[in-house]
T-cell receptor
Framework: DGGITQSPKYLFRKEGQNVTLSCEQN?????MYWYRQDPGQGLRLIYY???????QKGDIAEGYSVSREKKESFPLTVTSAQKNPTAFYLC?????????????FGAGSRLTVL | AQSVSQHNHHVILSEAASLELGCNYS??????LFWYVQYPGQHLQLLLK??????LVKGIKGFEAEFIKSKFSFNLRKPSVQWSDTAEYFC?????????FGAGTTVTVRA
């Protein structure tokens, strides 16, 4: 089945450590996105990528980094500079990057900083 | 700044009651509007969308939404809810390649 795979599902991190969340899609979608979901705040866009080897900052990019070396992969690194990293992270993709495209979401990764 | 606001944080209903969730957006020009739903333990998925044309759009599971341009609103409705409609509902909007979401409304339907 086509879809988006995020791993790990749960991750615990000590303060000061960088962690990388994986996102892989086999939908042949051009665009990929990372959102952060916090209770009462909805989904906030961290980074997005319209094509391979290109990505743009979203609304809350500080303390995060991404890469897009392959069409199917868009990993997110949560760095030690992120002040409040405990959250639920959602990866999504769309066929093309335009306002009219529907996003397909992964199951999410829950990061907890101890 | 472009934003999406949802009026209710948590709505509790009994089965067969009618549901209406409010959504307002602050975008200039052409806007694309969406409602996504997240059922317990499941992925976020599209409920319905509006791009242009008939302002009353119908989605899955009996949901519909009405685009009122003069009010910058895109409210979601269902005439008679079921226990299985218990979920978190997100309104979203875009006019380019960035989709902005509202804070979400948790709907609990009591049997």
């Amino acid at each position: 089945d086509g879809g988006i795979t995020q791993s790990p599902k749960y991750l615990f991190r000590k303060e000061g450590q960088n962690v990388t969340l994986s996102c892989e899609q086999n939908l042949n979608h051009d665009a990929m996105y990372w959102y952060r979901q916090d209770p009462g705040q909805g989904l906030r866009l961290i980074y997005y990528s319209q094509i391979v080897n290109d990505f743009q900052k979203g609304d809350i990019a500080e303390g995060y980094s991404v890469s897009r070396e392959k069409k199917e992969s868009f990993p997110l690194t949560v760095t030690s500079a992120q002040k409040n990293p405990t959250a639920f992270y959602l990866c999504a993709s769309s066929l093309r990057s335009s306002g009219a495209n529907v996003l397909t979401f992964g199951a999410g990764s829950r990061l907890t900083v101890l | 700044a472009q934003s999406v606001s949802q009026h209710n944080h948590h709505v509790i209903l009994s089965e067969a009651a009618s549901l209406e969730l409010g959504c307002n957006y602050s975008y200039g020009g052409t806007v694309n509007l969406f409602w996504y739903v997240q059922y317990p333990g499941q992925h976020l998925q599209l409920l319905l969308k509006y791009f242009s044309g008939d302002p009353l759009v119908k989605g899955i599971k009996g949901f519909e939404a009405e685009f009122i341009k003069s009010k910058f609103s895109f409210n979601l409705r269902k005439p008679s809810v079921q226990w299985s409609d218990t979920a978190e509902y997100f309104c979203a909007a875009s006019n380019d390649y960035k989709l902005s979401f509202g804070a979400g409304t948790t709907v609990t339907v009591r049997a």
